[in-house]
């Protein structure tokens, strides 16, 4: 069996800090044969803002037509799905704030069309995981993201017990992260920690 990771790079200031630190969790990832990984960076995508429309609603599916209908596929069919974004003023990045948005369409189907988001085999065996990345030092810089963070893995069939979460302070400048004393470790650590979750759960040897 196959574990499908599905990553998420939404800095628009590509290969920065946060994307570093993505990186290495998927390097990582990709040393176990067993994985296949999907990496999207938003700023090569057509991902459009959520309208607020509620179309959804009534449709089951959003009313634009954007990449954001094979990134839903891929989300459904994720056994991890792995989101990174950088901190701008105290919240999640603009372009990791229009994919939370955007997953509009799986709240309405969860709780208004009262119907299954992921296939019953997948319920409780999937993982998410938010790596994030913030220039100022203050220990309360990342507690603006979270909320949006634990919507999204929610309405997407991921429960807070689920999340992993590796947050990196006080790297500002574009490379500031190459010299933090323990990041990268912790990267291998999480992903190593995660893949050993899934294949419990997924009854993968």
Wanted: net charge neutral; with cysteine; proline share 4%.
């Amino acid at each position: 069996m196959v574990i499908k990771v599905l990553a998420f790079a939404t800095s628009p200031r590509r290969h920065g800090n946060s994307e570093t630190l993505l990186d290495w969790v998927l390097d990582e990832m990709r040393r176990e044969a067993d994985v296949s990984i999907e990496k999207i960076s938003l700023d090569e995508v057509d991902v459009n803002p959520c309208r607020g429309c509620n179309a959804c609603e009534r449709l089951n599916r959003c009313v634009q037509r954007d990449d954001m209908d094979r990134i839903h596929d891929l989300i459904i069919g994720a056994d991890c799905i792995v989101l990174a974004s950088p901190i701008y003023c105290m919240g999640l990045c603009s372009q990791a704030k229009a994919l939370v948005d955007r997953a509009q369409v799986f709240r309405s189907r969860k709780y208004v069309l009262k119907l299954p988001v992921v296939p019953a085999e997948k319920k409780g065996k999937r993982s998410g995981i938010f790596l994030s990345t913030a220039g100022q030092t203050w220990p309360h810089v990342f507690d603006g993201a979270v909320p949006s963070v634990k919507c999204f893995f929610h309405v997407i069939d991921v429960p807070d017990r689920d999340i992993r979460y590796l947050m990196v302070n006080g790297v500002d400048e574009a490379g500031a992260i190459l010299s933090h004393p323990a990041a990268r470790g912790d990267a291998a650590r999480c992903a190593g920690d995660v893949l050993k979750d899934l294949r419990n759960r997924l009854g993968v040897s």
